[in-house]
């Protein structure tokens, strides 16, 4: 039985990793495509989405009469085409984003990119795992009572006497993890990223 449930938590685990590790496909422009004047500003429509690493933009223009130039925000502020970080000329282009940060597109013809056709992108960091909390101190070795640590309560003991011995702590980490705990807590973390850029 023990056997059954790993095998379930590894394949929830490679399913959501495969799930995960495709990025979804926007499509810049809509019906509209890639041009001048679309029916909502691209910026506009930037701001409204979330995007991640791995996802894509599929710009669709007339192949020949224009073209997506990739550059960096000065050349996009200036709508500078001679100095891509890479060009897109094929009229069906797609562009994966790699990594997290700010994108930048321009037509690749000037004339368009002055009249607005251009479009920023901000890619969503990869969240890691908050860093673990600090190991807790070692316990104080054993001395004079005045050398021990006062109690939780603020009162410290005079003369002789002895602290109160108080109870262990038990940690949420000490807990017993059973199978099926495991397996909804498995579920619960894919699904949460898995499904997260869709919830905003």
């Known amino acids: 039985m023990g056997r ?13 990793f495969i799930f995960c590790s495709h990025g979804l496909q926007f499509i810049v422009g809509g019906k509209d495509g890639w041009g001048l004047n679309p029916s909502e500003n691209y910026n506009r429509w930037a701001e409204r989405l979330r995007f991640q690493v791995n996802d894509t933009l599929l710009f669709n223009y007339k192949k020949g009469s224009d073209s997506v130039v990739v550059v960096s925000k000065d050349d996009y ?11 897109l000329e094929d009229g069906k282009s797609v562009y994966k984003f790699n990594r997290s ?20 992108v901000v890619v969503l ?6 860093p673990a909390a600090p190991p807790s101190p070692a316990p104080a070795p054993a001395g004079s009572p005045a050398d021990a640590p006062a109690p939780e309560s603020g ?11 108080h109870p262990p702590r038990r940690s949420f980490a000490a807990a017993a993890w059973s199978p099926s705990v495991m397996l909804v807590s ?13 919830l905003y």
């Open 101 to 120: 940060g700010p994108f930048f597109f321009i037509s690749g013809n000037k004339s368009s990119c002055d009249h607005g056709q251009k479009l920023i």
């Open 77 to 87: 502020n200036h709508c500078n085409t001679s100095n891509p970080n890479a060009k």
């Open 186 to 198: 498995t579920v619960s973390v894919v699904m949460s990223v898995c499904l997260g850029g869709f």
């Open 4 to 16: 059954s449930y790993v095998s379930l938590v590894l394949f929830v685990l490679f399913s959501g």
């Open 155 to 165: 009162y410290v003991p005079s003369g002789n006497s002895t602290p109160a011995a």
């Open 125 to 130: 960091a990869v969240r890691n795992k908050p």
